[in-house]
């Protein structure tokens, strides 16, 4: 059964603004200690973007998004977002939210054992 699921993907001109949902299940958004989004641009690996603890407080980005993405958590909605702003040709990719039941560095996609199915993000130049 699909437990995650993405929306808010599209084609944006460089500088414009996307906002990502992933919407969970009830019965197990509160087992999720640890959120995220990975992408992957064809040909190439995947990339951790940004991760969240159950209680929204701690987020973490990779270095390439930090202050133009924004990771957040709304628990009462079983739903995880992802703001991205100024965006750029390069973040052009397949975005996937992904959740893991255990305390987790979250950086890796092994740590996670569940994934969305991918929305797209297409950024032109």
């Known amino acids: 059964q699909v437990q995650l699921v993405e929306s808010g993907g599209g084609l944006v001109q460089a500088g414009g603004s996307l906002r990502l949902s992933c919407a969970a299940s009830?019965?197990?958004?509160?087992?999720?200690?640890?959120m995220g989004w990975f992408r992957q641009a064809p040909g190439k690996e995947r990339e951790f973007v940004a991760g969240i603890t159950r209680s929204g407080i701690n987020t973490m980005y990779t270095d390439s998004v930090k202050g133009r993405f924004a990771i957040s958590r709304d628990n009462a909605k079983n739903t995880l977002y992802l703001q991205m702003n100024s965006l750029k040709p390069e973040d052009t990719a397949v975005y996937f939210c992904v959740a893991s039941s255990r305390v987790v560095g979250g950086r890796r996609p092994d740590e996670y054992n569940t994934w969305g199915q991918g929305t797209q993000v297409t950024v032109s130049s």
């Open positions: 009830g019965r197990t958004f509160s087992t999720y200690v640890m």
